[in-house]
């Protein structure tokens, strides 16, 4: 996965603009709602989101594997700091953490690998802590396609394999959580050399 991730960000640069996911947008309201001050954000990528959380004022931590995103973000914030490394490896720190936000990430690691990630992500979140996660659905557009790796699971992309949520599928990741709202959501996208497109994506919204 790094090796995508790393050749990606080094072809296409800040792939996806500046413009935060309208889900980040989201989550910013419901974090400020449930009094969360510091938020972590596996996968943060260059930054557009991790950016959008400080402007609203909260303290972010991100990580990210690719060193050529964490060399594209602004890390000239205060509220901003990044560890560089796979989600798989965490936690770099002995940080908790009041809020988890997690766009786009779960969703590329087969069955084992996303029950570790989920743990890792527990193991940070603080008593009462809120997760907020946004993953690829069933309806994506490109569901099915590519070699298929596990049930809804495909590689998509050479080297980038996909799982493609239902809602009851994507609640069971979240066993023993308190689920405080799910959904979907379309998220209009600048994709690089693909252009403008619209994801179709799930979401959850849990609490410790």
């Given amino acids: 996965m790094n090796t995508f991730w790393e050749e990606r960000f080094c072809d296409e640069g800040r792939i996806w603009g500046d413009t935060p996911s309208r889900t980040a947008l989201y989550a910013i309201k419901l974090f400020k709602k449930a009094g969360v001050h510091e938020v972590l954000i596996p996968g943060?990528?260059?930054g557009r989101n991790a950016e959008a959380f400080a402007r609203a004022g909260f303290v972010v931590t991100g990580i990210e594997i690719s060193d050529t995103a964490l060399?594209?973000?602004d890390q000239?914030?205060?509220k901003i700091r990044y560890h560089?490394?796979?989600?798989?490896d965490m936690p770099f720190d002995d940080s908790m953490y009041d809020g988890i936000y997690c766009f786009n990430v779960l969703h590329l690691f087969c069955k084992n690998e996303r029950a570790v990630f989920l743990q890792r992500c527990r193991d940070q979140l603080k008593d009462g802590g809120v997760m907020f996660f946004a993953v690829f659905s069933d309806r994506e557009p490109s569901y099915g396609t590519g070699r298929m790796v596990e049930e809804n699971t495909f590689e998509s992309k050479p080297g980038r394999e996909v799982h493609y949520y239902t809602m009851d599928d994507l609640a069971s990741e979240f066993w023993g959580m308190k689920i405080l709202k799910?959904?979907?959501?379309e998220d209009p996208e600048e994709h690089g050399t693909e252009g403008r497109h619209t994801h179709i994506l799930r979401y959850i919204y849990v609490r410790n």
């Avoid at 560089?84 to 798989?88: F, I, Y």
């Avoid at 799910?182 to 959501?185: L, R, S, V, Y």
């Fill in 44 to 46: 943060s990528g260059y």
């Fill in 71 to 73: 060399n594209l973000a």
């Fill in 76 to 78: 000239s914030s205060l």
């Fill in 84 to 88: 560089h490394g796979s989600v798989l």
């Fill in 182 to 185: 799910n959904g979907m959501m």
